[in-house]
C-alpha cells in the first residue's frame, strides 16, 4: 500500500536535506553568499546592535579565509533573524536550519 512508504519517503527526504545542509555549510562559497544576504537584511534582525558586531567579525573571518568562524557567524546571524520571517529569509538565501 502506497501510504505505508510514506514514513520511508520522509525519512530519506530528511536524510538528504541533512546531506545537502552539511555540504552547503562547508562550502566556504556559500558561507560567504549567506553572510553578505544577511549583511543585506541587517536592518530587520531583532538586535541591531549584535548584528553589527557579529557583521564585523564576519568580515574579518572571510577576509582571512576562516570558513570556521565564518560559519559560526552566519548561525549567530541566522538567530537573529525575526521569528515571524525567519523562515522566509531562510528559503530566500538556501539557508535552512536543522
Not at 553578505?36 to 534582525?45: P, R
Not at 546592535?49 to 570556521?68: M, V
Amino acid at each position: 500500500h502506497e501510504d505505508d512508504n510514506i514514513p520511508g519517503f520522509k525519512k530519506c527526504i530528511d536524510e538528504s536535506d541533512k546531506i545537502r545542509w552539511h555540504l552547503r555549510m562547508n562550502d566556504p562559497k556559500f558561507l560567504v553568499d549567506a553572510f553578505y544576504y544577511f549583511e543585506s537584511i541587517k536592518l530587520t534582525m531583532k538586535n541591531q546592535k549584535e548584528a553589527n558586531r557579529l557583521l564585523l567579525i564576519g568580515s574579518n573571518h572571510i577576509e582571512d579565509k576562516n570558513s570556521d568562524g565564518l560559519r559560526d557567524i552566519v548561525w549567530n546571524l541566522w538567530d537573529l533573524l525575526p521569528d515571524s520571517n525567519a523562515t522566509y529569509q531562510a528559503i530566500q538565501s538556501g539557508i535552512r536550519k536543522l
